[in-house]
């Protein structure tokens, strides 16, 4: 096959690497023959020194000769067309609930669970964009056009359409079911084809994939008078955020400063 699905990470047994493995699988064999390139997943991908940091699953990829049809909303219509798919950028949510933990509110899916209720996943999802985004502007100095997607993993395609049908249509949204090819993908990122210049290109997969890779853990250490919100420890702990490292900050407690000084 030609274009090269690769999973960046250890097999940890988690539901993120195996969704990613379900996903290669559905790349490789519903993607033709006669593309060439490259898709990179990233599952349980960390976007160090942002509000929201956790995606389950993020999919970058560079692909040549790859076309599908796509449907296009022109007025009360929708027309179908051929696009072609040069580079992508997408934060995946993945979600295990069945159709009876979903439910449409207006235009955003909730989701439910037990011990919290109800979950806005859309505003999950953009969160996820956004914060995507302003990783890769922190990390390389701009960011391309990042595309966010919804797995159900366990509802059908009939089960969604049926969630997100309004009248006789189906409302659009970045929902995708449990089985799917990747051409849906494609209908979904579509948005995604109409950069400039090749974003992926221009920085490279290999500096991606450094980005989006766990640069370590920067621990600061706070005095017992010079706390972490102090001018010479908030910017280490900044600098080391923009750089890509998880910081924590050891605090003391009960500790009488007196007593060191004798």
Known sequence: MAVLVRIIGDDDGSDEYGAAKRLKKIIEESVPQTAMGEVVLFPSATLYGQAVKDVDIFMIGELKNYSAKAKFNHGDDFQEDIVYLESFCTA?????????????????????????????????????????????????????????????VEVSEQELDNLLSVGSNVMPSNAIPSTFDFSTVLQKVKKAVVFSTSWISKHSLDLIKKGLAKTGIAVIFQGIGYNADKPLLYYSKKIALERGYDVKVVEYSGIDKGSLDR
């Open 92 to 152: 995946i949510e993945v979600k295990s609930h069945g159709i009876s933990g979903i439910r449409r509110e207006g235009t955003n899916i909730q989701v439910y669970y037990s011990n919290t209720g109800w979950h806005n996943a859309t505003k999950q999802s953009n969160d996820q964009k956004t914060s995507a985004m302003n990783f890769f502007n922190n990390a390389l100095g701009d960011s391309p056009y990042i595309t966010n997607l919804l797995w159900f």
